[in-house]
T-cell receptor
Framework: GAVVSQHPSRVICKSGTSVKIECRSLDFQATTMFWYRQFPKQSLMLMATSNEGSKATYEQGVEKDKFLINHASLTLSTLTVTSAHPEDSSFYIC???????????FGSGTQLSVL | QQQVKQSPQSLIVQKGGISIINCAYENTAFDYFPWYQQFPGKGPALLIAIRPDVSEKKEGRFTISFNKSAKQFSLHIMDSQPGDSATYFCAAKAETSGSRLTFGEGTQLTVNP
Protein backbone atom coordinates (compact mmCIF):
# COMPACT_ATOMS: atom_id res chain seq x y z
CA GLY A 1 0.00 0.00 0.00
CA ALA A 2 0.94 3.63 -0.33
CA VAL A 3 2.87 5.35 2.45
CA VAL A 4 1.91 8.64 4.01
CA SER A 5 4.43 10.09 6.42
CA GLN A 6 3.36 12.60 9.04
CA HIS A 7 5.76 14.59 11.16
CA PRO A 8 6.17 15.26 14.01
CA SER A 9 4.42 12.46 15.84
CA ARG A 10 4.22 14.48 19.02
CA VAL A 11 4.71 18.14 19.81
CA ILE A 12 4.41 20.13 23.01
CA CYS A 13 4.33 23.88 22.74
CA LYS A 14 3.57 26.95 24.79
CA SER A 15 0.34 28.84 24.39
CA GLY A 16 0.60 31.51 21.72
CA THR A 17 3.18 29.77 19.57
CA SER A 18 2.61 28.31 16.11
CA VAL A 19 3.12 24.68 15.20
CA LYS A 20 3.61 23.20 11.75
CA ILE A 21 2.69 19.62 10.91
CA GLU A 22 3.89 18.02 7.70
CA CYS A 23 2.19 15.32 5.67
CA ARG A 24 4.09 13.65 2.86
CA SER A 25 3.09 11.02 0.37
CA LEU A 26 6.28 9.02 -0.02
CA ASP A 27 5.63 6.81 -3.00
CA PHE A 28 2.82 8.47 -4.90
CA GLN A 29 1.62 11.86 -5.97
CA ALA A 30 -1.30 13.03 -3.89
CA THR A 31 -3.64 15.36 -5.71
CA THR A 32 -5.86 15.58 -2.65
CA MET A 33 -4.99 15.58 1.03
CA PHE A 34 -7.31 15.75 3.98
CA TRP A 35 -6.70 16.99 7.52
CA TYR A 36 -8.60 15.62 10.47
CA ARG A 37 -8.81 16.28 14.15
CA GLN A 38 -9.56 13.54 16.63
CA PHE A 39 -10.41 13.85 20.30
CA PRO A 40 -9.94 10.90 22.67
CA LYS A 41 -12.40 8.08 22.07
CA GLN A 42 -14.06 9.98 19.23
CA SER A 43 -14.22 9.67 15.49
CA LEU A 44 -12.19 11.61 12.97
CA MET A 45 -13.49 15.09 12.30
CA LEU A 46 -12.65 16.44 8.88
CA MET A 47 -11.12 19.89 9.12
CA ALA A 48 -10.23 20.67 5.54
CA THR A 49 -9.54 19.33 2.09
CA SER A 50 -6.49 20.52 0.24
CA ASN A 51 -5.81 20.16 -3.44
CA GLU A 52 -2.36 20.74 -4.85
CA GLY A 53 -1.91 24.26 -6.11
CA SER A 54 -5.19 25.62 -4.84
CA LYS A 55 -6.65 26.96 -1.63
CA ALA A 56 -7.89 24.49 0.93
CA THR A 57 -11.59 23.97 1.47
CA TYR A 58 -12.44 24.21 5.15
CA GLU A 59 -15.31 22.50 6.90
CA GLN A 60 -17.92 24.59 8.61
CA GLY A 61 -16.75 25.83 11.97
CA VAL A 62 -13.04 25.43 11.26
CA GLU A 63 -11.14 28.71 11.52
CA LYS A 64 -9.17 29.30 8.34
CA ASP A 65 -6.86 31.80 9.98
CA LYS A 66 -6.02 29.50 12.86
CA PHE A 67 -5.46 26.34 10.85
CA LEU A 68 -3.39 27.28 7.81
CA ILE A 69 -3.10 24.60 5.19
CA ASN A 70 -0.62 24.62 2.34
CA HIS A 71 -0.45 22.00 -0.40
CA ALA A 72 2.39 23.38 -2.44
CA SER A 73 3.45 20.14 -4.11
CA LEU A 74 1.97 16.80 -5.05
CA THR A 75 3.80 15.12 -2.17
CA LEU A 76 3.58 17.63 0.65
CA SER A 77 0.81 19.33 2.60
CA THR A 78 1.32 21.25 5.80
CA LEU A 79 -1.02 22.26 8.59
CA THR A 80 0.05 25.21 10.72
CA VAL A 81 -1.78 25.79 13.97
CA THR A 82 -1.28 29.50 14.57
CA SER A 83 -1.24 31.06 18.03
CA ALA A 84 -2.04 27.72 19.59
CA HIS A 85 -4.06 27.56 22.79
CA PRO A 86 -4.76 24.66 25.16
CA GLU A 87 -8.12 24.00 23.47
CA ASP A 88 -6.22 23.25 20.26
CA SER A 89 -4.62 20.26 21.96
CA SER A 90 -5.71 17.23 19.98
CA PHE A 91 -4.61 14.42 17.69
CA TYR A 92 -4.24 15.66 14.12
CA ILE A 93 -4.20 13.21 11.23
CA CYS A 94 -3.66 13.68 7.52
CA UNK A 95 -4.66 11.44 4.66
CA UNK A 96 -3.88 11.41 0.98
CA UNK A 97 -5.18 9.91 -2.20
CA UNK A 98 -3.74 9.57 -5.65
CA UNK A 99 -6.79 11.06 -7.23
CA UNK A 100 -10.51 11.52 -7.06
CA UNK A 101 -12.21 8.37 -5.89
CA UNK A 102 -8.97 6.63 -5.04
CA UNK A 103 -8.30 4.92 -1.72
CA UNK A 104 -7.30 7.06 1.20
CA UNK A 105 -4.06 6.43 3.04
CA PHE A 106 -3.52 7.92 6.46
CA GLY A 107 -0.53 9.36 8.22
CA SER A 108 0.42 8.19 11.70
CA GLY A 109 -0.96 11.29 13.36
CA THR A 110 0.44 14.13 15.44
CA GLN A 111 -0.41 14.58 19.10
CA LEU A 112 -0.39 18.29 19.85
CA SER A 113 -0.27 19.41 23.44
CA VAL A 114 -0.47 23.14 24.13
CA LEU A 115 0.56 24.19 27.61
CA GLN B 1 -28.17 11.96 5.20
CA GLN B 2 -24.42 12.03 5.25
CA GLN B 3 -24.15 10.17 8.54
CA VAL B 4 -22.93 6.67 9.11
CA LYS B 5 -24.17 5.12 12.33
CA GLN B 6 -21.91 2.58 13.99
CA SER B 7 -22.57 0.18 16.84
CA PRO B 8 -21.67 -0.95 19.38
CA GLN B 9 -19.57 1.81 20.89
CA SER B 10 -17.48 -0.78 22.69
CA LEU B 11 -17.15 -4.53 22.46
CA ILE B 12 -15.41 -7.12 24.60
CA VAL B 13 -14.74 -10.54 23.12
CA GLN B 14 -12.87 -13.56 24.35
CA LYS B 15 -9.90 -14.82 22.39
CA GLY B 16 -11.07 -17.07 19.58
CA GLY B 17 -14.52 -15.55 19.48
CA ILE B 18 -16.22 -13.61 16.70
CA SER B 19 -16.32 -9.83 16.84
CA ILE B 20 -19.17 -8.17 14.98
CA ILE B 21 -19.46 -4.45 14.36
CA ASN B 22 -22.39 -2.93 12.52
CA CYS B 23 -22.90 0.20 10.48
CA ALA B 24 -25.93 1.76 8.84
CA TYR B 25 -26.21 4.59 6.35
CA GLU B 26 -28.89 6.67 4.69
CA ASN B 27 -27.23 8.13 1.63
CA THR B 28 -27.96 5.81 -1.30
CA ALA B 29 -25.22 7.54 -3.28
CA PHE B 30 -22.57 5.87 -1.13
CA ASP B 31 -20.73 3.35 -3.28
CA TYR B 32 -17.61 2.47 -1.32
CA PHE B 33 -17.54 1.15 2.23
CA PRO B 34 -14.13 0.70 3.92
CA TRP B 35 -13.28 -0.37 7.42
CA TYR B 36 -10.33 1.13 9.25
CA GLN B 37 -8.39 -0.14 12.24
CA GLN B 38 -6.75 2.35 14.57
CA PHE B 39 -4.35 1.64 17.41
CA PRO B 40 -3.80 4.22 20.16
CA GLY B 41 -1.62 7.10 19.02
CA LYS B 42 -1.62 5.94 15.40
CA GLY B 43 -3.48 6.89 12.26
CA PRO B 44 -6.22 4.64 10.85
CA ALA B 45 -5.17 1.81 8.57
CA LEU B 46 -7.38 0.40 5.84
CA LEU B 47 -8.48 -3.08 6.79
CA ILE B 48 -10.94 -4.16 4.16
CA ALA B 49 -13.44 -2.48 1.85
CA ILE B 50 -16.47 -3.41 -0.21
CA ARG B 51 -18.56 -1.98 -3.01
CA PRO B 52 -22.33 -2.49 -3.18
CA ASP B 53 -22.22 -4.88 -6.12
CA VAL B 54 -21.25 -7.74 -3.80
CA SER B 55 -22.84 -8.91 -0.56
CA GLU B 56 -19.74 -10.23 1.12
CA LYS B 57 -15.99 -9.87 0.99
CA LYS B 58 -13.50 -11.90 2.96
CA GLU B 59 -9.84 -11.26 3.59
CA GLY B 60 -8.26 -13.66 6.03
CA ARG B 61 -10.10 -13.44 9.35
CA PHE B 62 -11.94 -10.28 8.32
CA THR B 63 -15.26 -10.35 6.48
CA ILE B 64 -17.56 -7.55 5.40
CA SER B 65 -21.23 -8.38 4.98
CA PHE B 66 -23.23 -5.87 2.96
CA ASN B 67 -27.01 -5.54 2.79
CA LYS B 68 -27.88 -2.98 0.15
CA SER B 69 -31.63 -3.04 0.69
CA ALA B 70 -31.26 -2.49 4.43
CA LYS B 71 -28.43 0.02 3.91
CA GLN B 72 -26.32 -1.81 6.43
CA PHE B 73 -22.89 -3.35 6.47
CA SER B 74 -20.92 -5.13 9.11
CA LEU B 75 -17.41 -6.28 9.95
CA HIS B 76 -16.86 -9.77 11.27
CA ILE B 77 -13.55 -10.69 12.85
CA MET B 78 -13.22 -14.44 13.14
CA ASP B 79 -10.98 -16.09 15.72
CA SER B 80 -10.44 -12.74 17.42
CA GLN B 81 -7.01 -12.25 18.95
CA PRO B 82 -5.72 -9.88 21.65
CA GLY B 83 -3.72 -8.15 18.92
CA ASP B 84 -7.01 -7.20 17.27
CA SER B 85 -7.78 -4.95 20.23
CA ALA B 86 -8.14 -1.52 18.64
CA THR B 87 -10.71 1.00 17.54
CA TYR B 88 -12.54 0.17 14.35
CA PHE B 89 -14.20 2.73 12.12
CA CYS B 90 -16.58 2.07 9.29
CA ALA B 91 -16.77 4.67 6.57
CA ALA B 92 -18.60 5.41 3.36
CA LYS B 93 -17.94 7.42 0.26
CA ALA B 94 -19.98 8.60 -2.66
CA GLU B 95 -18.47 8.87 -6.12
CA THR B 96 -19.51 12.51 -6.26
CA SER B 97 -17.52 13.31 -3.12
CA GLY B 98 -14.16 12.35 -4.59
CA SER B 99 -12.01 10.69 -1.94
CA ARG B 100 -13.85 12.25 0.98
CA LEU B 101 -14.99 9.70 3.55
CA THR B 102 -17.82 9.87 6.05
CA PHE B 103 -16.81 8.00 9.20
CA GLY B 104 -18.82 6.13 11.77
CA GLU B 105 -18.38 6.90 15.44
CA GLY B 106 -15.97 4.05 16.07
CA THR B 107 -16.01 0.83 18.10
CA GLN B 108 -13.48 0.12 20.81
CA LEU B 109 -12.76 -3.61 20.58
CA THR B 110 -11.08 -5.45 23.43
CA VAL B 111 -10.15 -9.08 22.97
CA ASN B 112 -9.39 -10.77 26.26
CA PRO B 113 -6.77 -13.51 26.37
Amino acid sequence: GAVVSQHPSRVICKSGTSVKIECRSLDFQATTMFWYRQFPKQSLMLMATSNEGSKATYEQGVEKDKFLINHASLTLSTLTVTSAHPEDSSFYICSASRGTGEKLFFGSGTQLSVL
Amino acid sequence: QQQVKQSPQSLIVQKGGISIINCAYENTAFDYFPWYQQFPGKGPALLIAIRPDVSEKKEGRFTISFNKSAKQFSLHIMDSQPGDSATYFCAAKAETSGSRLTFGEGTQLTVNP
